[in-house]
Antibody, heavy 116, light 110 residues
Framework: QVHLVESGGGLVKPGGSLRLSCAAS????????MSWIRQAPGKGLEWVSF????????YYADSVKGRFTISRDNAKNSLSLQMNSLRAEDTAVYYC?????????WGQGTLVTVSS | QSVLTQPPSASGTPGQRVTISCSGG????????VYWYQQLPGMAPKLLIY???QRPSGVPDRFSGSKSGTSASLDISGLRSEDEADYYC???????????FGGGTKLTVL
């Protein structure tokens, strides 16, 4: 059974940093592209970033380009999102998801709140 | 503002058929597959339809998807109370080099 478990969310001040992690199990992690998607409170879904199997190709949404960095550790079945220069508009539930152009497995999400 | 346009709300009574539309452009729906997700209240989204009309294992055949040109639609027949959820369409956008989602449609079962 596929499991994706996000962690690392919390309250951070504007301009601060946070690192999210996603622990994957139940499938061969290294065989799949992985993505981060977020959802602001009461709002719709917004794709954030994806990374290919070996990390050779990475894409970011314009809204986070230059501030967020996606990475993966296939030996540890782990996906990460380093978020710097956080803004109030980055406040959202962040989901780890399997896939690149569509997402067949999702984690339960971790809430990031950017507020002073 | 979403690049894919969905109606913000839809409703129907149990047993009815409901259609949710999703309108895009040549750089997304017009040139790539459409996907649909169901998000039940308080839950993570779940893949409902992939590659325009395919259903993942476990998704009832009451749910069907179609695409024509730069638009797509999700049909739900035999509406049930447990179908009350938010529904999102998505597609890869060649101009943005990323996935775009519709704004979501909140389905109410009356």
């Amino acid at each position: 059974q596929v499991h994706l478990v996000e962690s690392g969310g919390g309250l951070v001040k504007p301009g601060g940093s946070l690192r999210l992690s996603c622990a994957a199990s139940g499938f061969t992690f290294s065989d799949y592209y992985m993505s981060w998607i977020r959802q602001a409170p009461g709002k719709g879904l917004e794709w954030v970033s994806f990374i290919t199997t070996s990390g050779e190709i990475i894409y970011y949404a314009d809204s986070v380009k230059g501030r967020f960095t996606i990475s993966r550790d296939n030996a540890k079945n782990s996906l990460s999102l380093q978020m710097n220069s956080l803004r109030a508009e980055d406040t959202a539930v962040y989901y780890c998801a399997r896939g690149s152009d569509f997402f067949d497995q999702w984690g339960q999400g971790t809430l990031v709140t950017v507020s002073s | 503002q979403s690049v894919l346009t969905q109606p913000p709300s839809a409703s129907g009574t149990p047993g009815q058929r409901v259609t949710i539309s999703c309108s895009g452009g040549s750089s997304n729906i017009g040139s790539d597959f459409v996907y649909w997700y169901q998000q039940l209240p308080g839950m993570a989204p779940k893949l409902l339809i992939y590659k325009n009309h395919q259903r993942p294992s476990g998704v009832p055949d009451r749910f069907s998807g179609s695409k024509s040109g730069t638009s797509a639609s999700l049909d739900i027949s035999g509406l049930r109370s447990e179908d009350e959820a938010d529904y999102y369409c998505s597609a890869w956008d060649d101009s943005l080099n990323g996935v775009i989602f519709g704004g979501g449609t909140k389905l109410t079962v009356l």
